[in-house]
């Protein structure tokens, strides 16, 4: 090889990789970035959830907890085992205990006897996605019976009746996709939002 074919080889492939750094590194990504802007802006932005001030409190995908001392005046997501303290965004995954593990049996049997007494139940009764985690540990919804377990409980807590509480859950039950793909779900941090919204008025 030449020098001349060697300069000219190298010119070609150094621009070469600055027309596809421009083009694949900064104009495709601000394209997609801009069609998701326009298209799906709530979902480009992480489907963020605000409260009644404004202020982003989580998002519709990313369950969260809601314990501490309040925690009976609200209801509660599903365990976690993302991260040390559960509900890790940066953490997802499940426990990785099969049912016959005597550590899972336990933690569910702790949790079961928990949430029964919390919500004035028997034990046999409490729903399995109230002592179970999700694959991912950040699973944002409950199922209606999970849900309407709790009414009674966040309903003495804040002075509400019951009958308006349930009402609640009832207007925050999402139906399966399309009418039969997977079950019906209530999301509880818009469940929350709708409490808080409810008590203040």
């Given amino acids: 090889m030449t020098t001349r074919s060697f300069f000219r080889s190298t010119g070609v492939a150094v621009r070469l990789t600055l027309l596809s750094t421009v083009v694949l590194g900064i104009a495709y990504p601000l394209a997609v970035w801009g069609v998701g802007q326009v298209a799906f802006p709530a979902q480009a932005n992480g489907s963020t959830i605000t409260d009644a001030s404004g202020k982003v409190v989580g998002s519709s995908l990313i369950g969260q907890s809601f314990d501490g001392k309040s925690a009976d005046r609200w209801f509660q997501s599903r365990p976690s085992a993302a991260g040390e303290k559960g509900y890790d965004a940066n953490a997802s995954s499940g426990s990785n205990l099969g049912p016959s593990n005597p550590d899972l049996t336990k933690a569910i049997e702790q949790r079961k006897a928990a949430v029964a ?5 028997d034990p046999a009764d409490v729903p399995a ?25 966040v309903a003495a807590a804040r002075g509400l009746s019951e009958s308006a509480v349930r009402r609640l859950v009832e207007q ?7 009418g039969f793909l997977g079950e019906p779900v209530v999301n509880v941090l818009e469940l929350n939002l709708a409490l808080a919204k409810a008590s203040a008025s």
Avoid at 142 to 148: E, G, K, R
């Fill in 172 to 178: 925050h039950t999402e139906s399966p996709q399309l």
């Fill in 117 to 121: 007494k919390a919500d004035g139940v």
């Fill in 129 to 153: 996605d109230a002592v179970t985690a999700s694959g991912s540990g950040l699973d944002p919804d409950v199922s209606p019976m999970s849900a309407l377990q709790q009414v009674k409980r």
